[in-house]
């Protein structure tokens, strides 16, 4: 089974800092997705960054990168610039590549609560 | 366009009572997803539905925990009797197939068992 492990429970960081969430995972297959997802207080879960892991580039939107390491089964997020908004629950999942029954599961780290300063 | 809808968004019942969450997925989208949220904890998937029909539901609690998705759109999950353990967050979640989509969440249901 895969599992998730995000080793940071909170972090900190100033208004307009870089910051860098950790999360590592653990699976048997080649062919997967890893997501970032960001949950503020109205608990709604909204996609912050996808990575496939056939593809060697890292993805990035806007602010936030991720930092794909396949063979050390690591995939952490950058959030550069932080604002008052980035403030939020982050969430780092998996899912398997293959279509059909539970591959379309995601499963979930414990979270990391990021807090921005002023 | 409107997102997910979960009504209630807070829910305060007593143990062994039953209780029901509703959700409305986005238009068009055909797959629903039913997830659970502890404290504290990542959300897991309950059941997932492709149309009206549930194509996975490994772990869905079956001696107390039902859903339907009657046809094909909105869905309810019930709770029958409650237990001081199911107070949690409920989220549904919806996306048009499954291969490549992105999942969208609504905001949950929080449960209170008292």
């Known amino acids: 089974a895969q599992t998730v492990t995000q080793s940071q429970p909170e972090m900190s960081v100033q208004e307009a800092e870089t910051v860098t969430l950790s999360c590592t995972y653990d699976?048997?297959?080649?062919?997967?997705?890893l997501f970032w997802y960001k949950q503020p207080p109205s608990r709604q879960m909204i996609l912050v960054i996808r990575q496939e892991a056939y593809k060697q580039q890292n993805a990035t939107e806007n602010r936030f990168s991720v930092n794909f390491q396949k063979a050390a089964k690591s995939f952490s997020l950058k959030i550069s610039d932080s604002q008052l908004g980035d403030a939020a629950m982050y969430f780092c999942?998996?899912?398997?590549?293959?279509?059909?029954?539970?591959?379309?599961?995601?499963?979930f780290g414990k979270g990391t609560l990021l807090t921005v300063n002023p | 366009e409107a997102g997910v809808v979960q009504s209630p968004r807070y829910k305060i019942i007593e143990k062994k009572q039953p209780v029901a969450f509703w959700c409305n997925p986005i238009s068009g989208h055909n797959t629903l997803y039913w997830y659970l949220q502890n404290l504290g904890q990542g959300p897991e998937l309950l059941i997932r539905y492709e149309n009206e029909e549930a194509v996975d539901d490994s772990q869905l609690p079956k001696d107390r925990f039902s859903a339907e998705r009657l046809k094909g759109v909105d869905s309810t999950l019930k709770i029958q009797p409650a237990e001081l353990g199911d107070s949690a967050v409920y989220l549904c979640?919806?996306?048009?197939?499954?291969?490549?989509?992105?999942?969208?969440f609504g905001p949950g249901t929080r449960l209170t068992v008292l």
């Open positions: 979640a919806s996306s048009f197939g499954t291969v490549n989509n992105e999942q969208f």
């Open positions: 999942a998996y899912r398997r590549y293959f279509s059909g029954g539970s591959n379309y599961k995601l499963t």
């Open positions: 699976t048997s297959e080649s062919d997967y997705y």
